[in-house]
C-alpha cells in the first residue's frame, strides 16, 4: 500500500533548528503536489508549506521565512527545514499530498519545541 513516511523530529529550544525528511513508499500514481501538514491535541491537522512538482513553495503565514520546504522527486524524498523554531511549531507533522489523501497517511513525526 503506498504510504508516506516522516522522520526527523525531536527537541529543540526556541531559536533552534530542525529538519525533517518525508519518504514516499509505493506506487503513487499520477503528478502531484506535497506538503507538510501539522497535528496539534485538540485541533485539525493544518498546512504548513505544499510544494509543487515545479517548485514552486507555499507556506502558512506562521512559518513564512523560517521553513524551508524542498522535493527530489527521482529520490521520492520531500524534507522541510525548520529555523528560528518556535514553541507554537511544537506538534506532529505529517507528510502527504496537497491536497491530502487519506490513505497516504503515515505515522508523523514528533516535534517539541521548549526552553
Known amino acids: 500500500q503506498a504510504q508516506f513516511k516522516e522522520s526527523g523530529g525531536g527537541s529543540a529550544r526556541p531559536g533552534g533548528s530542525l529538519s525533517l525528511s518525508c519518504e514516499r513508499f509505493?506506487?503513487?500514481?499520477?503528478?502531484?503536489?506535497t506538503a507538510w501538514y501539522r497535528e496539534v491535541p485538540g485541533t485539525q491537522r493544518e498546512l504548513v508549506a505544499r510544494?509543487?512538482?515545479?517548485?514552486?513553495?507555499v507556506y502558512a503565514e506562521a512559518v513564512e521565512g523560517r521553513f524551508v520546504i524542498s522535493r527530489d522527486t527521482s529520490k521520492r524524498m520531500m524534507t522541510l527545514e525548520m529555523n528560528d523554531l518556535e514553541p507554537e511549531d511544537t506538534g506532529v507533522y505529517y507528510c502527504?499530498?496537497?491536497?491530502?489523501?487519506?490513505?497516504?497517511w503515515g505515522p508523523g513525526t514528533q516535534v517539541t519545541v521548549s526552553s
Open positions: 502527504n499530498t496537497w491536497p491530502h489523501t487519506p490513505s497516504y
Open positions: 509505493g506506487e503513487m500514481k499520477g503528478i502531484y503536489n
Open positions: 510544494i509543487s512538482t515545479s517548485g514552486r513553495a
